[in-house]
């Protein structure tokens, strides 16, 4: 009933501690549909209209690095913010691996801003305002640095 409520729904709460109670609930199912998992994910995310957007979502890290500032950067030239996931928004709920499986939740790291890179392509990226120092670690770090020479 609640998932039916949910995906009718014009919008949902706009911060996550006003959906918290609602994610806890349906994540304390033992069994999630596809319907679970859609609305476990609407949840998280804030965004109605992605319910049907099944792009992984990215916690950021505890503390904001190159690469998180890449993955934001990256999410904002593509109009989908809405995948990178507050690390606050994690600390609040507990999450197994079998969770994070199923929500396709990953953390930010070198191999998942590779895939979000490749995926939206390189050529979309404007990386002007990332400076020297970030750009060599992330230059460093990758395991195909011409992804973003390109």
């Known amino acids: 009933m609640c998932i039916r409520l949910l995906y009718k729904a014009s ?13 806890e609930k349906l994540l304390a199912q033992t069994y999630y549909s596809e319907g679970h998992i859609k609305a476990l994910r609407c949840l998280l995310h804030g965004r109605r209209d992605k319910w049907e957007d099944n792009s992984s979502l990215l ?10 500032q890449l993955a934001k950067l990256a999410l904002e030239t593509v109009q989908q913010s809405w ?11 507990a999450l197994n691996d079998l ?4 929500l ?3 953390e930010v790291s070198v ?21 020297e120092c970030q750009c060599s670690s992330i230059l460093n770090n990758f395991s195909n640095p011409e992804l973003l020479k390109t």
């Not at 501690?17 to 994610?23: A, G, N």
């Open 59 to 68: 916690v950021e890290p505890s503390q904001i690095d190159a690469f998180a």
């Open 99 to 102: 969770h994070r499986k199923s």
């Open 11 to 23: 919008r949902v709460a706009a911060l996550f501690s006003d959906r918290k109670d609602l994610f």
């Open 104 to 106: 396709i939740l990953t």
């Open 111 to 131: 191999k998942t801003i590779e895939s979000l890179i490749f995926e939206i392509g390189p050529e979309q990226l404007d990386c002007a305002n990332i400076d």
């Open 83 to 93: 995948r990178l996931i507050a690390h606050d928004i994690i600390g609040q709920i």
